[in-house]
């Protein structure tokens, strides 16, 4: 014999009927409750649908949920439970770096994008990976405490008029120092890019550093000189990007004249690369290029002795890093990014033994 199975909807007992209760009315055994028992077919008694009861039972069961779903909805205070910010503690978000800095990665490229101009863009773009870099370099790097009001300036000033004031002095200088770094000889190429790429960009990138210590030496620290020399490397960096992102434009186009579809492919992709590498990772070379030059020129100015000679070796040490990693580039790319972690190892320990000389300083 059939037994059907059904569940009370008030107080959910499971309740058992034989196959004669088919289509009648019931009550529930606990709460008087008026059952309907369903219906079932001469197949179904006879035992081929036997899961009848069970698949009543079921919807039964979940719509007695969705009931308990919804009153449960009624009392739940959706305010304080959907939006978590409130008098109490929004003043704290407004100080949480971690937020803003999750906030700045992930809306600002949202907010450029909303630009028309791609040229805008592009400087937008520029930089924002030169302020990601920026802040990263001050807050764990370096980790300046002071609040810098001339770090900022320092960018825009080699960006703008820092590479102005170099473009300007090539046009004074001889041609066959220009040309050197471009020379099929490796040894006059390496030569060029130290004494005249090196040399000469590391040169403007320090400008702000030595215009801190003639204007603003009595209230700024040595740790805020290295930040300034930091960003003035990421200027210098952020607008000289733009200039290489329209040379690898200029490229595509030519690839794509040259060899058709094939042609521009390979030249979009190597423009794209191109991008992305100095956008990241040499953005990030130039600061600590830059910052290399920093930290011999604050530690001139601290000792107080052998300056001229602290300084020239600082020059020295940025600009031969820097040319040997441009020369290793289009030579042997690993190297040269084996060089740039070398570069900022020799970096991070200038700050480490500057930071170790203000505490003994401090101490005694």
Request: glycine share 6%.
């Amino acid at each position: 014999m059939l037994v059907i199975k059904i569940t009370c909807p008030v107080c959910n007992t499971v309740l058992n009927f034989d196959e004669s209760a088919s289509g009648s009315n019931r009550y529930c055994s606990v709460c008087a409750h008026e059952l309907k028992v369903p219906l079932i077919s001469a197949e179904q008694s006879s035992g081929k649908g036997s899961t009848t009861s069970q698949q009543y039972s079921f919807i039964d069961a979940g719509a007695q949920q969705a009931r308990t779903i919804l009153e449960d909805l009624k009392q739940i205070p959706v305010k304080q439970e959907v939006i978590p910010i409130d008098n109490s503690n929004i003043h704290l978000l407004l100080k949480d770096f971690v937020f803003w800095a999750v906030t700045f990665l992930g809306i600002i490229p949202l907010l450029i994008i909303t630009v028309k101009q791609p040229s805008t863009q592009l400087t937008m773009f520029a930089l924002f990976f030169a302020f990601v870099w920026g802040v990263i370099f001050k807050k764990f790097i370096v980790n300046d405490p002071y609040t810098n009001r001339l770090a900022i300036p320092s960018l825009f000033f080699t960006g703008i008029i820092g590479i102005w004031l170099l473009l300007f002095a090539y046009r004074f200088l001889p041609d066959f120092y220009l040309n050197m770094a471009d020379s099929r000889n490796p040894f006059i190429s390496l030569l060029g890019f130290v004494f005249q790429v090196g040399i000469c960009e590391e040169l403007i990138k320090s400008l702000p550093v030595f215009i801190a210590l003639r204007w603003f030496k009595k209230d700024i620290s040595a740790l805020s000189l290295i930040t300034i020399g930091v960003f003035s490397g990421l200027g210098f960096a952020a607008f000289e990007n733009l200039q290489y992102g329209d040379s690898a434009i200029n490229s595509a186009y030519a690839k794509a004249m040259n060899y058709g579809v094939e042609g521009l492919v390979s030249g979009v992709q190597n423009a794209m690369v191109n991008v992305m590498l100095r956008s990241l990772s040499l953005v990030f070379c130039h600061a600590v290029f830059s910052g290399i030059v920093a930290y011999f020129v604050t530690t001139a100015y601290i000792r107080k002795e052998k300056m001229g000679a602290l300084i020239v070796l600082g020059f020295m040490v940025s600009a031969v890093i820097h040319g040997l990693y441009d020369w290793l580039s289009g030579m042997q790319p690993t190297l040269a990014a084996m060089l740039a972690g070398f570069s900022f190892a020799l970096f991070y320990g200038y700050l480490s033994k500057l930071k170790n000389a203000e505490r003994s300083l401090s101490v005694s």
